[in-house]
């Protein structure tokens, strides 16, 4: 019987690397424990993201998806963007939208991988594959899970988008696990403007702004809409408060420079037409809340913050043809009240 080659793992670090990941680290693909996501689906915390219950076994376990898998690579390209920068828009989504920047770079690390080995076989995931990015991440050395829910690298801070990769050879040397550095701080708990954290590291869907602003396509409930203020797309609260970003870190990735959309504020956003947002929208991540979706979060935004100067579009959507766009536009009349 032959025995497969192992892999240099300074090879595949310098492939990856050479493929413009910003971070690259190297765990053996053993299976995961499934407690923690089979407490985090019992307990209602995916909302209505039923994708995430399905397929657990392949989730759980990198030799069902790709079998003979040995080596997990996991991959991070990083977002910082500069303190003064201003935006409703969470600062991974402002620019290009990062499942193309890791898909383009896996397929080139591919290629390299292939250059060493022709005959090995991969499994390549971004977000909405079967991979539990954050635990292998974790895994592999690149960080830990902090308690805000996030995988922070203590050089580049939490500021990461991940990805990962299944090869089915074994690599000489692996990396040990990142120890996990929050010690007693909270703050990230304490900061939650709607008190998502059932638990430290653990996020109820239902109670995150991220969650209700860029997966729950009809009405959020109205005692989390006024956390809307300042925001149209994703949350950053739980990791703007962490020190570990708050030290000196160099700017993410050219791709995530903002791009026009994210320099709108709510006003603009809700008085946006399908076409222009379709032409500003297309590209960026934040095209997954789709037009009515970005227009009702602008409206919560408005209300959120009693944006007195946005109360003509707020009057003219209150006869909007959308259901969801004409609740929202009545609930933010309501908060601006007489102002
Ligand atoms: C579902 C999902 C969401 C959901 C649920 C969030 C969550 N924390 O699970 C929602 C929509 C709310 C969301 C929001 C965001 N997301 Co999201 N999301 C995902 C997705 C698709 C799956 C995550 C998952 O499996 N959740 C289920 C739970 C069970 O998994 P887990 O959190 O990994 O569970 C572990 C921890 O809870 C840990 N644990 C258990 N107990 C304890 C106790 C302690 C003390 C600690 C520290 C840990 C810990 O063990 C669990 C498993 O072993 C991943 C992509 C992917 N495929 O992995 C992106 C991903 C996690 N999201 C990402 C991002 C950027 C975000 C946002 C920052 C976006 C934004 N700015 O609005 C927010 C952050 C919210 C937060 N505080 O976590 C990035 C994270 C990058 C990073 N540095 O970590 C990912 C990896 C996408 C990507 N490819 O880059 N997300
Ligand atoms: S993203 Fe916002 S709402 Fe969600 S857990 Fe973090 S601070 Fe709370
Ligand atoms: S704010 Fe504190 S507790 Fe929260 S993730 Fe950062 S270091 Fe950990």
């Known amino acids: 019987m032959s025995v497969a080659p192992v892999l240099s793992s300074e090879a595949v670090r310098a492939?990856?690397?050479?493929?413009?990941?910003?971070?690259?680290?190297?765990?053996?693909?053993?299976?995961?424990?499934?407690?923690?996501?089979?407490?985090?689906?019992?307990?209602?915390?995916?909302?209505?993201?039923?994708?995430?219950?399905r397929r657990q076994p392949e989730r759980l376990d990198p030799a069902v998806v790709l079998p003979g898998a040995r080596t997990v690579i996991a991959l991070a390209i990083a977002y910082h963007r500069p303190a003064a920068e201003r935006a409703a828009v969470a600062r991974y989504a402002r620019g290009r939208d990062y499942h193309y920047a890791h898909r383009d770079r896996m397929r080139a690390l591919r290629k390299r991988l292939l250059a060493l080995d022709p005959t090995l076989e991969t499994y390549a995931s971004v977000d909405t594959g079967v991979?539990?990015?954050?635990?292998?991440?974790?895994?592999?050395?690149?960080?830990?899970?902090?308690?805000?829910?996030?995988?922070?690298?203590?050089?580049l801070g939490s500021w990461l988008t991940l990805s990962v990769m299944f090869v089915d050879r074994a690599v000489d040397a692996y990396d040990a696990p990142h120890q996990r550095?929050?010690?007693?701080?909270a703050l990230c708990l304490d900061a939650c403007p709607t008190d998502a954290f059932a638990a430290p590291g653990v996020v109820d869907?239902?109670?995150?702004?991220?969650?209700?602003?860029?997966?729950?396509?009809?009405?959020?409930?109205?005692?989390?809409?006024?956390?809307?203020?300042?925001?149209?797309?994703?949350?950053?609260?739980?990791?703007?408060?962490?020190?570990?970003?708050f030290r000196p870190i160099?700017?993410?990735?050219?791709?995530?420079?903002?791009?026009?959309?994210?320099?709108l504020s709510p006003a603009e956003v809700a008085a946006l037409g399908p076409d222009e947002f379709d032409r500003l929208a297309s590209g960026m991540a934040l095209a997954r809340a789709r037009y009515d979706g970005l227009r009702r979060n602008a409206l919560y935004a408005i209300g959120g913050a009693?944006?007195?100067?946005?109360?003509?579009?707020v009057e003219r959507l209150l006869d909007d043809s959308a259901p969801v766009i004409k609740e929202a536009a009545a609930w933010a009349k309501a908060r601006l009240g007489d102002l």
């Open 15 to 53: 492939a990856a690397l050479a493929a413009k990941f910003s971070l690259v680290g190297l765990a053996p693909a053993a299976p995961l424990d499934p407690a923690p996501l089979e407490r985090w689906l019992a307990a209602g915390y995916a909302a209505d993201m039923s994708w995430m219950a």
């Open 131 to 155: 991979v539990m990015e954050k635990v292998w991440a974790e895994r592999a050395g690149l960080g830990w899970i902090g308690k805000n829910g996030c995988l922070i690298n203590p050089k």
């Open 181 to 185: 550095r929050c010690g007693d701080c």
């Open 205 to 245: 869907s239902r109670r995150c702004i991220s969650y209700q602003s860029i997966e729950n396509q009809g009405s959020v409930p109205t005692e989390l809409r006024t956390s809307f203020a300042g925001r149209i797309f994703g949350c950053d609260v739980c990791q703007e408060v962490c020190p570990w970003n």
């Open 250 to 263: 160099p700017e993410g990735d050219a791709r995530f420079a903002p791009r026009p959309l994210s320099a």
């Open 306 to 313: 009693r944006d007195r100067g946005a109360r003509a579009v």
